[in-house]
Nanobody, 122 residues
Framework: QVHLVESGGGLVQPGGSLRLSCAIS????????IGWFRQAPGKEREGVSCISSSSDSTWYADSVKGRFTISRDNGWNTVYLQMNNLKPEDTGVYYC???????????????WGQGTQVTVSA
């Protein structure tokens, strides 16, 4: 079973930046699209961004376009989410997951990790 471990979250002021990392347990990263999801308090989990297995395609939610950048390093079994110009509404627990189907559909597959908390507050 593939395990994913998220890291890099923290407390940041509005306008600040964070880079999240998603480490994959097995050397199978190159076969899968990987997506980032987030869950704000009292809200459902939502898709944020996704990258194809070969990195030739990406998808972003409208709310993060122009501010977030997803990338992957298959050699290190890691997917990153660079988050710039953070806003309070970006606050939540961020998770990564394997994604199946069309990137824009953000259909997760497999189990969830513990996530990493991102808090944007002055």
């Amino acid at each position: 079973q593939v395990h994913l471990v998220e890291s890099g979250g923290g407390l940041v002021q509005p306008g600040g930046s964070l880079r999240l990392s998603c480490a994959i347990s097995e050397n199978t990263l190159s076969y899968y699209a990987i997506g980032w999801f987030r869950q704000a308090p009292g809200k459902e989990r939502e898709g944020v961004s996704c990258i194809s297995s070969s990195s030739d395609s990406t998808w972003y939610a409208d709310s993060v376009k122009g501010r977030f950048t997803i990338s992957r390093d298959n050699g290190w079994n890691t997917v990153y989410l660079q988050m710039n110009n953070l806003k309070p509404e970006d606050t939540g627990v961020y998770y990564c997951s394997l994604v199946v189907g069309r990137l824009m559909d953000m259909v997760p597959a497999g189990s969830w990790g513990q996530g990493t908390q991102v808090t944007v507050s002055a």
